[in-house]
């Protein structure tokens, strides 16, 4: 097998962006991604509309032509999917990266299909694949999801959604306007203030009108088949229950990271350490592209401000191989 120059972990927005800058330049690349196009996209909530108008999601300033300012979930998919298509990139979809060892002439990867030799690696894995767990009984219960998909599904049900920021806001209004009797359990004291401002309004009135019910400055303590307990400031109290949407967020995979070699900072940030002008990790030649740079603060990036990560670490590669060609 050809022994890459490049190869992308990942097949989202920036991994996406990545592998065409690297064509664009003329380098031996893939990307593996182990799900479809856009994976983490794909497995977004199928009503769910961006905070970002569409040239802001733009890669490469290839337009991106949406119906309203703010393009929706199924709109990007096939913005995306265009970009792959259209650029006959070179991706591998289904396969998942699970080892990558470095050695004397860069690295070999390791996917559950094959294995790859490269020069250099960029991992942009985002962070969609591992919930923050609420870690209560009764969180592995059928009933309980961390991720929200369809409002029909929970039509005529009682339904808890725990969280405060705009997958928890989005998935509460949508459901109740799809006739769920919706009570949303929210940790701190108000809505968040990252909540898209043109929904915050929306919520704020709902609950305030009663349709919606809140708790705020309150936690789940357990879950169980048909009810929940909550702890709030007036004390315990019991809700009957049908359906849990626990959306409290998403993290990276901090183990794959580490057991890349990469070092994390050792406060509850878990910053993973990387060069901003080139991008590259403490392990010479491996890179990180977009939210993953984040660690813990995963609001930090997004397509809009790491879609420049592409440029950055082709730029880097390219200087490298021309240093050593020149040396
Ligand atoms: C509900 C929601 C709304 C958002 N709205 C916006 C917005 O309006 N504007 C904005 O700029 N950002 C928004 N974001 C954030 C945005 O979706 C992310 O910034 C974007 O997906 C990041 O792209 P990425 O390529 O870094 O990561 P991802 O899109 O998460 O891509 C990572 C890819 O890596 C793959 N992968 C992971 N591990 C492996 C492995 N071991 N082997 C192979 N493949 C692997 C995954 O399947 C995935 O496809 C939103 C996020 C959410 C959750």
Known sequence: MEHLDLLIIGGGPIGIAC?????????????????????????YPINMQFFSSSEKL???????????AKPKRNEALEYYRR????????????????????NSTGFTVISDKHSYTAAHIIV??????????????GEDLPKVSHYYKDPHFYASQKLAVIGASNSAVDAALECYRKGADVTLIIRGSEVGQRVKYWVRP???????????????????????????TIDTPEGDIVL????????????????????????????????????????????????????????????????????????????????????????
């Open 58 to 68: 733009e890669i490469d300033e290839i337009p991106f032509i949406s119906k309203e």
């Open 19 to 43: 592998g065409l800058e690297a064509q664009k330049k003329g380098l031996r690349y893939v990307i593996i991604e182990k799900g479809p196009i856009v994976n983490s996209l794909f497995n």
């Open 240 to 327: 009957e229950n049908d359906f849990v949407l626990a959306l409290t967020g998403y993290m990276p995979n901090f183990e794959f990271l580490q057991k890349l070699g990469i070092i994390l900072s050792d406060d509850k940030k878990k910053l993973p350490q990387y060069d901003p002008e080139t991008m590259e990790t403490n392990v010479e030649g491996l890179y990180l592209a977009g939210v993953i740079c984040g660690g813990m603060e995963t609001h930090k990036w997004f397509i809009e401000n790491s879609r420049v990560h592409a440029k950055i670490i082709i730029k880097a590669i390219l200087k490298k191989n021309s240093a050593r060609v020149g040396a």
């Open 124 to 137: 942009a894995t985002g962070f969609y694949d591992l919930p923050n767990r609420i870690n209560v009984p």
């Open 83 to 102: 970009i792959v298509t259209s650029n006959k990139l070179s991706i591998q979809l289904f396969e998942q990266v699970t080892e990558v060892h470095k």
């Open 202 to 228: 929306d919520i704020i009135n709902r609950i305030k009108e009663g349709s919606i019910k809140a708790y705020f400055n309150a936690q789940v303590t357990e879950i169980r088949e048909t009810e929940l």
